[in-house]
C-alpha cells in the first residue's frame, strides 16, 4: 500500500484557473484528498496552489483568491506584449500574493512538505547562475524563506514579467515538478519508490505544434525589431508573427515550457508505474495572461470525466471518493 503521496500543480498564469477547478472537483467528493497528502509541489502560479495547500487554505477559498485577486493582476497588458516589453505589470501580483499569505509565514511553518522549482539569475556562493528547488525537508537552507517571496521568485516568467529578487520563473527548471518531487521524497524522506505515488495536475495540453522548415531561423531581440518593421520580419525562434492557431508564439521559449513538462510526465511515469497519474485535459490554445480564458479552461474542467483519477486516488490515497455529480 502506498504511504507518500505527492500532489503537483504546473505553471501556466491564468490557465491555474484549470489545475485548480480539477483540485475542487475532486476535493469536494472527499476532503481526505489534502489531509492524506504529504508533499505539495508547484511551479509558477501552481507554486501558489501548492503554497496554499501545504498552509492549510482549502482548494475552494484558494480558488476564490485566485479569480478574485490574482486574475486582476493579469487584466492589464502593456503595448507590445512579449515582442517589444515585459506585458504584464507585476506589481499587482505581487501584491496579490502577499496578501493571500501573512507576511511572517516561512517555509518552516507549512503545515505539509513542499517543492518549488525556481531559477536564481546570480548565486554568489556559486559565481554564475543556477537553478534553485525550495523546499521545507528537514535540514533545508530555505526555512526561513516567506513562503510569498518563494512563489513570486518561482512565478517572473521571461518575457512577461520581470524576475522577482533576481529569481525568474521556475518553467525554465522545470514546468512540471513532479520528478523533482520524487526525488525528494527519496533523498530527503527517506521514502523506497515502491511507497510513492503522484497526482501530476496540469494547465492543460495544447496542441502546440511547428510542422515548417526552420532552415536560416536565427533568434530576434526585441530590441532591434521596430513597428514599422515588423510586417516584414521573417520567421524566427524568438517570436513567430506569422503563424497558424497552432503555432507558436515563441518558439524557443515555448518549448522550453512544453518539453520540460512531457519530460517530467516521461521520466514520472517510467519511476513509478501506474503509482502517477497525469489528470492534464486537452485545451485549445489560449493565452496564460489573458483572464477572458478562464471560464473557458473551467468549464473544460467541469466536464473533464475525472473517474480514472478517482481511481488511481482510491487506491494509492486509501480514501473512497463519494462519485458525486458536481
Known amino acids: 500500500m502506498t504511504k507518500y503521496r505527492i500532489m503537483t500543480f504546473d505553471g501556466g498564469g491564468t490557465l491555474g484557473a484549470l489545475s485548480l477547478q480539477l483540485l475542487n472537483r475532486l476535493a469536494q467528493q472527499n476532503p481526505k484528498l489534502i489531509s492524506r497528502t504529504n508533499v505539495f509541489s508547484g511551479n509558477s502560479i501552481g507554486s501558489f496552489t501548492a ?144 511507497q510513492i505515488a503522484v497526482l501530476s495536475i496540469g494547465t492543460g495540453e495544447e496542441p502546440t505544434q511547428l510542422r515548417r522548415d526552420t532552415k536560416g531561423w536565427g533568434m530576434v531581440s526585441a530590441d532591434n525589431i521596430r513597428p514599422e518593421n515588423m510586417k516584414n520580419l521573417p520567421p524566427n525562434w524568438g517570436v513567430l508573427l506569422d503563424r497558424s492557431p497552432n503555432e507558436p508564439l515563441l518558439p ?41 480564458v478562464v471560464p473557458t479552461v473551467i468549464s473544460i474542467a467541469n466536464k473533464t470525466n475525472l473517474q480514472p483519477a478517482i481511481q488511481f486516488i482510491e487506491k494509492n490515497w486509501n480514501i473512497k471518493l463519494s462519485h458525486k455529480s458536481d
Do not use: C
Open 51 to 194: 503554497l496554499a495547500l501545504a498552509s492549510g487554505r482549502s482548494p475552494k477559498e484558494t480558488l476564490q483568491f485566485f479569480k478574485d485577486k490574482i486574475l486582476p493582476a493579469f487584466s492589464v497588458s502593456r503595448p507590445g506584449g512579449p515582442v517589444y516589453n515585459q506585458q504584464l505589470p507585476y506589481s499587482g501580483f505581487i501584491k496579490a500574493v502577499q496578501t493571500f499569505f501573512p507576511p511572517d509565514l516561512l517555509l518552516k511553518d507549512l503545515k505539509r512538505r513542499i517543492v518549488v522549482p525556481a531559477f536564481h539569475l546570480f548565486s554568489p556562493e556559486l559565481n554564475r547562475w543556477t537553478p534553485v528547488l525550495f523546499h521545507n525537508f528537514p535540514g533545508s537552507p530555505y526555512l526561513n524563506e516567506k513562503a510569498s517571496d518563494v512563489i513570486l521568485r518561482s512565478s517572473g516568467a521571461p518575457a512577461t514579467q520581470r524576475a522577482y529578487q533576481n529569481y525568474v520563473d521556475g518553467y525554465t527548471v522545470a514546468t512540471n515538478p513532479s520528478t523533482a518531487s520524487i526525488a525528494f521524497a527519496v533523498g530527503k524522506a527517506k521514502q523506497p519508490l515502491d
Open 252 to 292: 524557443f521559449l515555448q518549448i522550453v515550457a512544453s518539453g520540460s513538462g512531457y519530460y517530467e510526465s516521461m521520466v514520472s511515469s517510467q519511476l513509478l508505474g501506474n503509482r502517477f497519474f497525469r489528470l492534464n485535459p486537452r485545451i485549445p490554445n489560449l493565452s496564460k495572461t489573458d483572464p477572458s
